[in-house]
């Protein structure tokens, strides 16, 4: 178990007693998270009273590194059950975590989810009213047995974007972020921060801090694998979405000691620069005069074809195989226009008339198309099997119904090299 602050170096192991919300992310900042909402920019609120006077606090817990151990009793039958020839990671933005009870279900029961060695995981609250105030990541991990890291991204001032700030109740820790899970030991697990892509302030969700991606070291039987849980931003060019993969890789490079890497999250690979509205509605422009039918079978699952080429193009160069670790031309986010949730999110950053020209324009797809945003990256890593990398599609709730999550996982199996 480890309870750490430092995101520059390698964690100190230390044992803490283990409570619902590890100690490190337990504060007292919840009655002027309304006050600091008030600003409409990051550098207003830093000037303000209430901020210098909790400032380091505020700093403290977003630097801050989180894990335990659930799976330390089941190591034996873990190394029996599991094959030592290759190595199954799976990634999946579970959307904050809504339908915890349906994910859970699906990592337990799905053939392909229920086997995976590792587990990369995007955006899971703690502490915020949409996701019932639970600590998402460590109700996975304690639910399934596993062994967990979690960093936070976001210290969030209000209960969210779209739907989501109709929420019931009040948040309690605020916190939203990523992390990684796995049956095998857990080591050398850190953070390292991405510059934001906008101003986190402007919009009526707010947010300080920005987005980590969580690293850390797997004792896999087949050999060390060190995992990088990775979310890129929504609302920055591609460019920069590029400069933040290449802030990952140049901090691997750095690092004491080199293992085999799997990097997967979500990329944000939407084709488009979503840095403010207005290039956005640019872009799709843009891409209507391409062509519709042509876009849509050409370009959003081929993201890397053309508009996010600067993101491959620096994997490759840096020596990072991600043409033959996933399933391609599969989408991972499917827009509807029919979806009452994807409408509303999308319509506190476009203005109302948009939704004219997006409806018409995808009427010959049925209202439908579907980017491909989720991937992995690794070096000295190899695929295994026939069917090695995969996206597992309409994964549904049980009881409602309901998608579980806005984007599908992606499975991928490989052998180091």
């Known amino acids: 178990m480890f309870d ?17 919300i590890p100690p490190a992310l337990r504060h007292d900042l919840r009655n002027i998270l309304p ?31 989180v894990g335990e151990n659930f799976a330390a009793s089941f190591q034996t039958k873990a190394s029996q059950s599991k094959s ?25 029961e799905h053939e392909s989810l229920n086997r995976a060695d590792i587990f990369l995981m995007t955006e899971l609250d703690c502490g915020m009213a949409r ?5 998402v990541a460590r109700d996975i991990a304690q639910r399934l047995k ?57 919009g009526r969700e707010k947010r300080l801090g920005s987005q980590r991606a969580v690293i850390a070291d797997i004792a896999h039987p087949a050999g060390v694998v060190r995992a990088v849980s990775i979310h890129l931003d929504a609302h920055s060019s591609q460019k920069h979405r590029a400069r933040q993969m290449q802030i990952v890789v140049n901090h691997l490079a750095g690092l004491p000691a080199q293992f085999p890497v799997i990097i997967g999250g979500d990329w944000n690979t939407s084709t488009y620069n979503s840095r403010r509205a207005a290039f956005a509605i640019a872009g799709f422009f843009r891409r209507v005069m391409m062509g519709v039918g042509n876009f849509l079978k050409n370009h959003y699952p081929y993201p890397d074809r053309w508009f996010e080429r600067h993101l491959f193009r620096m994997l490759e160069r840096n020596g990072y195989d991600y043409r033959t670790l996933n399933q391609t031309g599969a989408g991972t986010l499917h827009y509807d226009v029919r979806d009452v949730a994807q409408f509303q999110n999308m319509a506190e950053w476009i203005p109302d008339w948009c939704f004219w020209f997006i409806k018409r324009a995808l009427t010959q797809a049925g209202g439908r198309c579907s980017l491909k945003l989720d991937w992995f990256a690794g070096k000295n890593i190899a695929p295994f099997g026939d069917n090695p990398a995969r996206v597992i599609g309409d994964l549904r709730d ?15 199996d490989f052998q180091i090299k």
């Open 131 to 135: 996701t019932g105030n639970a600590f």
């Open 398 to 412: 049980a009881n409602s119904g309901d998608a579980l999550s806005d984007h599908d996982p992606i499975v991928l």
């Open 146 to 202: 596993l062994n967990y890291v979690f960093a936070p991204s976001y210290l969030s001032l209000n209960k969210g974007s779209g739907l989501e700030a109709d929420a019931s109740g009040e948040n309690t820790h605020a916190l939203h972020g990523n992390a990684l899970f796995s049956i095998f030991p857990i080591t050398n697990a850190h953070a390292v921060r991405l510059p934001n892509g906008k101003d986190k302030m402007r």
């Open 84 to 108: 030592s020839d290759f190595v199954r990671v799976a990634a999946w933005n579970i959307e904050r975590g809504k339908k915890l009870a349906g994910i859970i279900q699906a990592l337990r």
């Open 4 to 20: 750490d602050c430092s995101p520059s170096k390698y964690p100190a192991e230390t044992s803490f007693v283990s409570d619902d």
């Open 35 to 65: 006050e600091l909402a008030k600003y409409d920019s990051l550098e207003a609120v830093e000037n303000s009273v209430a901020y210098r006077r909790h400032q380091t606090q505020i700093q403290a817990v977003l630097n801050c590194v």
